[in-house]
């Protein structure tokens, strides 16, 4: 259980093109998402809180603008990347949080690759 | 703001030998997790904390929750060749207020098994 679908798995896009990642929790609902960006051999720095039905959260640093998140159901959660461009590249994850299990470890994707070219 | 500094950041062993990690905090926090992740793919979930002091396995994997809450070693015995990953701990912060269900990463240590 507590599966966590992250697509697409990997994305090249052209600098300027707008890249939408979906990220899904298969056999449960969650109202909070989280979005992580995390470079090579680095740590997952997160990005945002998804929330159902409201604002995401960012944090300190990171564009609302460039990346865009909607979470219109229990189920799924989306990350745009708008106006892409070479230092956008990285990997982008999410993690979901089901609802009504507060202190319940986070499930996460498998990772978005993006290659801005 | 918080920071969790995991040590080792790095360690090449030999098939058999066992391995120790460890994560610090300036904060306290209400859960600590330990994580695998393999290239490529997102952390896998090793074990989880809940309260001062738990002393958890979960087949040769041993982790502890430290009893100041800011605090967790993780202990992997008689590795094996496909331990080989980087290893991350995470702070969990409780229910209420902005910040729970966030986590907080450690630098994370990349492990090497030699056959």
């Known amino acids: 259980g507590a599966v966590v679908s992250q697509h697409p798995s990997r994305v090249i896009c052209k600098s300027g093109t707008s890249v939408k990642i979906e990220c899904r929790s298969l056999d449960f609902q969650a109202t909070t998402m989280f979005w992580y960006r995390q470079f090579p051999k680095k740590s997952l720095m997160l990005m945002a809180t998804?929330?159902?039905?409201?604002?995401?959260?960012?944090e300190q640093g990171v564009e609302k603008d460039k990346f865009l998140i909607n979470h219109a159901s229990l189920t799924l959660s989306t990350l745009t990347v708008t106006s892409a461009h070479p230092e956008d590249s990285s990997f982008y994850i999410c993690?979901?949080?089901?609802?009504?299990?507060?202190?319940?470890?986070?499930?996460f994707g498998n990772g978005t690759r993006l290659t801005v070219t | 703001g918080q920071q969790l500094n995991q040590s080792p950041q790095s360690m090449f062993i030999q098939e058999g030998e066992d391995v120790s990690m460890n994560c610090t905090s300036s904060?306290?926090?209400?859960?600590w997790l330990w994580y695998k992740q393999d290239p490529g793919e997102g952390p896998v979930l090793l074990i989880a904390l809940y309260k001062a002091g738990e002393l958890t396995s979960n087949g040769r994997l041993t982790a502890q929750f430290g009893i100041t809450r800011k605090d967790s070693f993780l202990n992997i015995s008689a590795s094996i060749p496909s331990d080989v990953g980087i290893y991350f701990c995470a702070g969990q912060m409780g229910a209420g207020g902005t910040s729970y269900g966030k986590l907080t990463f450690g630098q994370g240590t990349i492990l090497t098994v030699h056959p």
């Open positions: 998804s929330n159902e039905g409201s604002k995401a959260t960012y």
């Open positions: 904060s306290i926090f209400n859960t």
């Open positions: 993690s979901a949080m089901q609802v009504g299990q507060y202190n319940s470890p986070l499930h």
